[in-house]
């Protein structure tokens, strides 16, 4: 780990009995970076963020190295007290499942208020109480849900209120695991914005965990190819998009429908550089052609998109989980 590494995952091995799983996997995460890993289903994704969280079921068994920024011990081999104490802190976590995340049994504005409570980032309850009302106004949900309890709430609010709870404590890193897979898809636009503007305001590093591409090609810098169980590519992924040179790389992206990858390598800016990205998901079979002329009737279904914006938007998607619109940082808009 170099010493400005958020995360630095040195040599990770995963198994169950004599079958390896996962295979001297090594990852780092700069400050405020934003690093994606993709591969296909049962490739060592989960695992892999599993292993960094210490939540791997008891029968699997991780060995290497697992450093995070200001933690003085390896995460592997730490025990529960000391994970518990981490998670939640410095390190935080969204899956794919919100309900799994929440209690059933609690109010909305309780279980903010206690994720800052237990880890003592919040004096009092009422001060809690105060912050839990200004993380839901941060994930563009309504101050009277604060009393609602998860079952009253749609799957979407349910993951803004679960993304609320990983961002309260500001943690240095924040592991995504398909958030928006399970959700409708007229909402994973806004909870992938969601994620992304909570990661940039609070300079925290991202680690994000995906089968989309363009999902990536949006939101992150760099990005790590998982394949049986093993890292076989890695890098810019605007280098990673456009000259992948492992086959089963070239291979995901020829199936994938990706039409444009940031010239950049990410759509998104740095943490602290102040602009924001504007997406709009929208649900339908992914057009051939990246760019939309002036008038196309794709173009004129993102709402970013009238006649008067000053700049081209660019598209890109997947047929799974419709197409994103992206106008690049700073862009004025009409
Ligand atoms: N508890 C377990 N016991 C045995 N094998 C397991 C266990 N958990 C995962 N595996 C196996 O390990 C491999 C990697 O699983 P993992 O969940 O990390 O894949 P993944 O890349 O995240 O897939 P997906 O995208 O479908 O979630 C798979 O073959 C899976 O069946």
């Given at each position: 780990?170099?010493?400005?590494?958020?995360?630095?995952?040195?040599?990770?091995?995963?198994?169950v009995g004599?079958?390896?799983?996962?295979?001297?996997?090594?990852?780092?995460?700069?400050?405020?970076?934003?690093v994606?890993?993709?591969?296909?289903?049962?490739?060592?994704?989960?695992?892999?963020a599993?292993?960094?969280?210490?939540?791997?079921?008891d029968?699997?068994?991780?060995?290497?190295?697992?450093?995070?920024t200001?933690?003085?011990?390896?995460?592997?081999?730490?025990?529960?007290?000391?994970?518990?104490?981490?998670?939640?802190?410095?390190?935080?976590?969204?899956?794919?499942?919100?309900?799994?995340?929440?209690?059933?049994?609690?109010?909305?504005?309780?279980?903010?208020?206690?994720?800052?409570?237990?880890h003592?980032?919040?004096?009092?309850?009422?001060?809690?109480r105060?912050a839990?009302?200004?993380?839901?106004?941060?994930v563009q949900?309504?101050?009277d849900?604060?009393?609602?309890?998860?079952?009253?709430?749609?799957?979407?609010?349910?993951?803004?209120?679960?993304l609320?709870?990983?961002?309260?404590?500001?943690?240095?890193?924040?592991?995504c695991?398909?958030?928006?897979?399970?959700?409708?898809?007229?909402?994973?636009?806004?909870?992938?914005?969601?994620?992304l503007?909570g990661?940039?305001?609070?300079?925290s590093?991202?680690?994000?965990?995906?089968?989309?591409l363009?999902?990536?090609?949006?939101?992150?810098?760099?990005?790590l190819?998982?394949?049986?169980?093993?890292?076989v590519?890695?890098g810019?992924?605007?280098q990673i998009?456009?000259t992948p040179r492992?086959?089963?790389?070239?291979g995901?992206?020829?199936a994938?429908?990706?039409?444009n990858?940031?010239?950049s390598g990410?759509?998104?800016?740095?943490?602290?550089?102040g602009?924001?990205?504007?997406?709009?998901?929208i649900?339908?079979?992914v057009?051939?052609?990246?760019?939309?002329?002036s008038?196309?009737?794709?173009?004129?279904?993102?709402p970013?998109a009238?006649?008067r914006c000053?700049?081209t938007?660019?598209w890109?998607g997947?047929?799974?989980s419709?197409?994103?619109?992206?106008?690049?940082?700073g862009?004025p808009?009409?």
């Amino acid at each position: 780990m170099t010493s400005s590494d958020v995360l630095s995952v040195q040599g990770l091995n995963v198994s169950v009995g004599d079958t390896q799983l996962v295979s001297d996997v090594d990852l780092t995460v700069g400050p405020g970076e934003r690093v994606g890993l993709i591969g296909e289903s049962g490739s060592g994704k989960s695992l892999t963020a599993l292993s960094i969280l210490g939540l791997l079921p008891d029968d699997v068994v991780p060995s290497g190295s697992v450093r995070l920024t200001g933690i003085g011990h390896d995460l592997i081999g730490a025990d529960e007290r000391a994970l518990s104490r981490i998670r939640g802190r410095d390190l935080a976590m969204v899956f794919q499942e919100p309900m799994t995340a929440l209690n059933p049994t609690m109010r909305i504005g309780d279980q903010i208020a206690e994720s800052m409570l237990i880890h003592h980032t919040q004096p009092t309850r009422t001060a809690a109480r105060t912050a839990a009302a200004a993380l839901l106004d941060r994930v563009q949900l309504p101050p009277d849900l604060l009393r609602a309890y998860p079952h009253q709430l749609s799957g979407g609010q349910r993951q803004r209120i679960v993304l609320a709870i990983a961002l309260a404590n500001d943690p240095a890193l924040l592991i995504c695991d398909e958030p928006t897979t399970a959700l409708d898809v007229t909402v994973q636009a806004l909870v992938l914005d969601l994620i992304l503007q909570g990661v940039l305001a609070r300079s925290s590093a991202l680690l994000f965990i995906t089968h989309d591409l363009a999902v990536v090609a949006t939101i992150c810098e760099r990005v790590l190819v998982m394949y049986g169980g093993r890292v076989v590519e890695s890098g810019p992924v605007h280098q990673i998009f456009t000259t992948p040179r492992h086959r089963y790389t070239q291979g995901l992206l020829a199936a994938s429908n990706l039409d444009n990858v940031p010239a950049s390598g990410s759509a998104a800016p740095r943490a602290g550089t102040g602009s924001r990205p504007r997406l709009t998901t929208i649900p339908g079979t992914v057009p051939a052609a990246g760019h939309f002329p002036s008038g196309c009737v794709f173009r004129n279904r993102c709402p970013h998109a009238t006649d008067r914006c000053a700049t081209t938007p660019t598209w890109s998607g997947t047929s799974t989980s419709g197409y994103a619109c992206h106008h690049p940082a700073g862009a004025p808009h009409a």
